[in-house]
Each structure stands twice: as structure tokens, then as C-alpha cells.
């Protein structure tokens, strides 16, 4: 079975364990899992409970292991992740095993199978550190994927070992993308622009948010992507920050707020685009354009080196400067990659620093009541002297004929 | 604000609180906040980390609170969760508070922002437990949704607490559906349904798998649901049990095997039907035949007061007699909720009895290398006198014109 070539930034996760210590390190939330070791076990994302594990040694100066039930042995077998080692446990039934002439992918999963089936999750990871020779190691577990009991389990079994948690160390890890990385978050992002495109499009008085959202979503599922983010909200409904799109029409002058963005490839989009339908108003205008103001000059001074912190107070400051003199924001952007909130935190106080290679969305939202929401949202890709704009569409808003 | 009618079974909550003598609940993973509260918080569901509580004391003896951060009590005002007491935690900004006149929508936000702002999701929890009277107390803590951190806070906090993890108690609360519970069920079985019909309708030799995945999504998101499961596997990838669309095009006899099931109004669908591209070999026939007994069986024998085991070795017999003499699984169904694995577990062992109102999945899969994957999987609802079908769709292999 030829592995897939890593897509992660592996040489950032070998050099921050190292730094702290940690003679390995297990994955346990969906997200770091599939980051870790690009597998993706499907009932461990769309449950909570289910779990699946990666048991990564620093540098993999022992063998790396994926730890997942025996009936998501399939998804092993068909994509292939870079740590292909497996301990599997649970009981799970094929039939057909020693049929002659199997299929390669039907053989990939016998192969699977061939392996000893552990009673449970911690048992399969116990039996990993132990052969690495790690029972009295340094470990750090990603604290958010292990249940409390499995978490229990483990120190009983292993005594020796010292953990510490590891959740917000991996978040750290996952901050600089890979090109493969920038590709599917580019992807991701235009494929909610697409989604955009094609609901402003569909815009009518009359039109319920609901109805909208089917043809937003539609356009994103048509496009291989899942529906993650889908705030769409209509006139005074504009300003509920997570509106869920109900049976509200569409009425002249409404603001349309789009907070946006589905899942490529597990890469998330977070994006946001603002409509008008026909005629906006003049304070409408206004404000928008201020707001607009905050994410292009971020376009103008985001390059390596530059304080998170400082990237903030220069977006606040071009808001204010230019119709919107008291904005007030707790952030104005963040991270973005297999999580919709990655680092760094572009926010006051923040000691993160903009490097090449980071993915991070730019946004100055903008909530009054009496008015709506406004809100500009972009993806953009720090680059060695700059950066670059994810984005296919303009940031104008968008008037909607009637 | 006029808060919505409770949906959920909250008299089993209380029954089963005061019978394992608990004070109070707090539910934290995000199905059981919703199940608890009547409350969906938007990050919590789409995110890994965030933090979303429901105090519940039992049968109420003292406000229950919904626990969530400023950002997200937009969704309070317009859900309007039948636990209306909220306490808010982090820093977020609205303007226009005080303008006159507002729209009822853009009120109640104002209202919830005129609450306490506290520090974080650990200090309202202690709040609220302590205007309770029960600093003290008894509390059954849902451990899946509350960060191994904030559990340290909290036990540091009130250290006089008595603290039990709640996770499997929360599962066996949600176990009877309510007519409301049964109607969205039956809605996202038909939305599944109906995704099934439409990707068969246009299933023709060349097509691929995620063209096929386009088309049932499509139709899933037209209906309002959310995509959640959609393992759809041609030929020997129908082998797959968790098979993800691929790249790969239908043939000439190949299985189309669908595990599959969106979400609606938050509750789950998880049924299974097989297509055929042209004519199916005797094998797949046969073997359908004796699968498909089995969940025909289970019609004739599902009534209150079936052990679910029972049901398991009734399924598992017909399937044997019908032409499948070894056929050997884990289980051959669940049940179905707000989460894709409710109670009960029709397996071997369990100790759980059939009721009234519950909704299960039967299913009985089969894996043969060198053949395919074949599965029939139906939503059953269990009534007073035996059972109702929440298919509208027969349960025949479907057989796919060239």
C-alpha cells in the first residue's frame, strides 16, 4: 500500500515537541487526528465519543500509529494516510477473507484485519507507548478528543508516564500552511464565494432565507464541499451574529449578511460578503464602506514580522478614521485550516507574530441594533513578502436589483 | 419572549435524576445541551473546544440556565430555548442598544445583553450552582462537552461538590421520542429517502461516485436537512463500510450500496438501501434476499416489551434461514435521535427492553470481500401495539436500467 504524501507541517510538529520534551505525542480530537496523521475516521466527526488516535513519536524515531475501531479499518485502506501503521480494537465482521485473487483494495483491508484486535482504545495506545519504550516518557495528549474515562484508563495502566495536555500545543503546531494546505483552503474559499454568487443572484423580494440557504448549500455540496457555516440573514434578522436561516422574506433595502464557509478536503472557509436588496441607505453605505476600509488596508500591512496585536490596532484604526469612529472589536480575524479557528488570534493582546505560510481571515463585523449587520470577511495567504488574497470576488457590497 | 414548548422526554430527565439521587444536571456536549435546553449553540456543534452548558436541577427545583458565550445569545432570542434563564460569559459588542422603538428581535437581544458578563463558562456554572443552593450538592456532569480544564476549575471552585460523570445517563434519558422527536425523525428518514431515489434516478454506467455523492447531498440541502452520513460505495468499494465518493465510475453490475442520513431540525436519519447497475448476479440476489428477511422479520416481532437482545437473535435468525446459514454480526440495530447511536443496542448482551416511542434503526449489513457490501436499514418507530415503518420507500434491491 503506497502511503499519501504528508500535507501537514510535520517538520513544525517534530520541532515543537522537541522544544517541550515531550517524547511523543497522541492526537485524540478529529481535527489534530487527521492533521497528525492524515486519517480521517468518519464516526469520530460526526460524533461525539467514538474514539480514534494518533500515536506520533517525536522525529517518528519509533513507529508512528494510527489507533481506530476494526470497522473504520476501510478508511484506512482506502486513503492510504501517511502513518500506516495500525492497532486496531473492537469486534467487526467481513466476510470473503481468504477468497484467491482479492481486489488490491479488498486485500489492503484483509492486510488490516490480519492485525490483533485490541478490547479498546486505551489498551491499543498502552501497547504503542510500551513498544515504543515509553512507559516512563513524557506524552503529550491532546486532552479534547480522550474521554475522561479513557484519559483514567491510561494513567492506571501506565503509571509511570507523565502527560500533559496538548490540545492548544497542536493548535500552535497547525499554524503554518503547507502549499497543498493553502490550495484546499483557496478551494474552500471559493467555493463559498461561488455559494454566494449564486444565492445573490437568485435574490428577490419575497424570497425566504430559507430558500436562500438551499440554493447556497446546494451550490457547495455541488462543488464537493460540506455545509459547516451557513449564516444568512435577512433586514433585522442581519444582526443575529449566527442567524439560521428561517421563513423571513427578503424586503426592500434589506442587508443580506452572509457568515460563510463549507469544508474542502477537511479545510474549512470562513468568509463574509454583504447584499443589499435594491436601494441601500445611505447610513447603510456609509458604515459598509468604513468597514470595507478595515480589511484593505490589512491587504497593505500584513507581511512576516508583523504583530498580530498590531495588525488589529491598524484594521480598528482604518475603520475609525474612515465613518465609524468608535469601533469596538474584540478581534478582527484569526486563523484558519482543518479548524475554522486556527492561529494566530488577531486581537488585542495577542502575542502572535504574521509568518509566511499562515492562512488567516481578516474581518471587521460590524452588529448595530436598529440598522443590521455588516461585516467584510477575507481569506488571505501571508506570503514571503506580503501576502496574497484568497478571494475570487470583490469586497464592494452587493446590490441587488430588484 | 415566549419560549418554545419543551420536545424533548424531560420527565424521563427528571425520573432518572431523582432516582440516582442527583440535585441537578449539567449537560455539555452539544446534542444534550440541545436535547436538554432546547438550545443549539452554533460553535459548539461546528467546533471541537468551545464551551455550552445546561444547568438543569432536577424537576426544576430551581432555575435551570442556559451557559454560553456573549457571541452567541443572538440564538437565544431567536430560538427562544424553553430554558429561558441565560448567563453569558466573554466580551462581545453590539451597538444601537439603546435606540428607541426596537424590533422585538433586536429587544431581546438587548435584554440578554443586560445580564451579568461573566469571566468564563466555569464562573456562571458556579453561579448558577450556588444560587441553587447547591454548592454542596449532588451533580450528574455530562464529561464529553466540559474541557478537562474547566472540570479542574469547577472541582476547585466547589470543592464540597459531589461530581459524577453523566455522559451514558444523558443517552438512556433520551431514549423514549416524543410525537415532536418521532416527527422530525420521520422527516429526515423521508429527506433521506427521497436523496436515495434522485441519485438511483440518474445513476447510469460512467458516473462516479461523488457525481452520484452531488445529486444526494443536492437533494438533502433542498430539503432543509444537513448533510451528516453519506457512505455511498459502487462495486468493490461497496465493500467499504464507510466508503467515501470517490473518483471511481459505476459498472456494468455493480452494487450501489447507501449508509446514509442527514440532519433535520437537529435529529438524525441513518438508513440504508441497495441499487444494482443492470442485472444483478444470482449471488447478490440471494444474499439480499436473506438480509432483507431479516429486517422483515423484525417488523413481525418488534413490540414493547422485547428484549433487544431477543430482537438481535430473532434478526439474526431469519437472516440464517434464508440463506445466509453463517452469517454472524455485532449488532443489528440502534436507536436513533438527536445522535446517529441512541439507546437501545440491539445486540448480543445488551440489557436493554423495547418501549413505546422508541425510534430504532434494524439493519443487517454484510461485508464479502470478492463481492460487495449489501445492507438493508430501516427507521422503525416502536408503538403500544408493535411498530410503524417511518419508510415510505419498500425495501426491494433497486434494480438500475441500463
Known amino acids: 500500500m503506497q502511503e499519501q504524501e504528508p500535507i501537514s507541517d510535520l517538520q513544525a510538529v517534530d520541532a515543537i515537541l522537541s522544544k517541550n520534551g515531550f517524547d511523543a505525542l497522541v492526537a485524540t480530537a478529529p481535527e489534530n487526528v487527521t492533521y497528525i496523521g492524515g486519517f ?22 519509533s513507529e508512528a500509529s494510527i489507533i481506530t475501531t476494526t470497522s473504520t479499518l476501510d478508511l484506512v485502506a482506502d486513503q492510504k494516510p501517511w502513518v500506516s501503521n495500525v492497532r486496531r480494537f473492537g469486534y467487526f465482521v467481513f466476510e470473503g477473507m481468504d477468497r484467491p485473487g482479492l481486489d488490491p483494495l479488498d486485500q489492503a483491508q484483509v492486510d488490516l484485519l490480519m492485525g490483533e484486535e485490541f478490547p479498546g482504545a486505551v489498551e491499543a495506545l498502552v501497547d504503542a507507548i510500551r513498544e515504543a519504550g515509553l512507559s516512563s516518557g513524557k506524552i503529550a495528549v491532546d486532552e479534547i478528543g480522550m474521554t475522561p474515562q479513557a484519559m483514567a484508563r491510561l494513567r492506571e495502566a501506565l503509571p509511570d508516564l507523565t502527560i500533559e495536555p496538548a490540545f492548544e500545543l497542536v493548535r500552535t503546531m497547525r499554524t503554518i500552511k503547507t502549499p497543498e494546505e493553502v490550495r484546499r483552503l483557496r478551494r474552500a474559499c471559493n467555493i463559498a464565494e461561488a455559494s454566494i454568487d449564486a444565492s445573490l443572484k437568485a435574490a428577490h423580494v419575497g424570497m425566504t432565507e430559507k430558500e436562500m440557504a438551499r440554493i447556497f448549500h446546494r451550490t457547495t455540496v ?33 442587508i443580506i449578511r452572509f457568515d460563510v464557509g463549507g469544508r474542502y478536503m477537511h479545510y474549512r472557509a470562513d468568509i463574509s460578503r454583504i447584499g443589499v436588496m435594491g436601494e441601500p441607505s445611505r447610513e447603510i453605505v456609509d458604515k459598509y464602506a468604513a468597514l470595507k476600509n478595515g480589511v484593505d488596508h490589512a491587504y497593505n500591512v500584513i507581511r512576516p514580522g508583523l504583530k498580530a496585536s498590531d495588525l488589529f490596532e491598524q484594521v480598528m484604526d482604518a475603520v475609525r478614521k474612515s465613518g465609524l469612529p468608535d469601533y469596538k472589536r474584540n478581534h478582527v480575524g484569526h486563523g484558519i485550516g482543518i479548524d475554522g479557528y486556527d492561529l494566530p488570534n488577531i486581537a488585542p493582546g495577542s502575542s502572535d507574530v504574521l509568518q509566511a505560510g499562515m492562512v488567516i481571515c481578516v474581518e471587521t463585523p460590524y ?16 506570503t514571503e513578502d506580503g501576502c496574497e488574497s484568497l478571494m475570487k470576488s470583490d469586497r464592494e457590497l452587493r446590490i441587488v436589483s430588484a
Request: glycine share 12%; hydrophobic share 40%.
Open 40 to 61: 480521517w475516521a468518519m464516526t469520530h466527526w460526526i460524533r461525539r465519543g467514538p474514539q480514534a488516535y494518533v500515536f506520533w513519536p517525536t522525529a517518528r524515531r
Open 222 to 254: 455541488e462543488n464537493d464541499a460540506t455545509p459547516v457555516l451557513g449564516v444568512i440573514g435577512f433586514g433585522v434578522r442581519s444582526t443575529l451574529t449566527n442567524s439560521q436561516p428561517s421563513d423571513a422574506a427578503l424586503k426592500e433595502g434589506d
Open 367 to 382: 452588529y448595530e441594533f436598529g440598522l443590521g449587520g455588516l461585516q467584510v470577511e477575507d481569506m488571505i495567504h501571508v
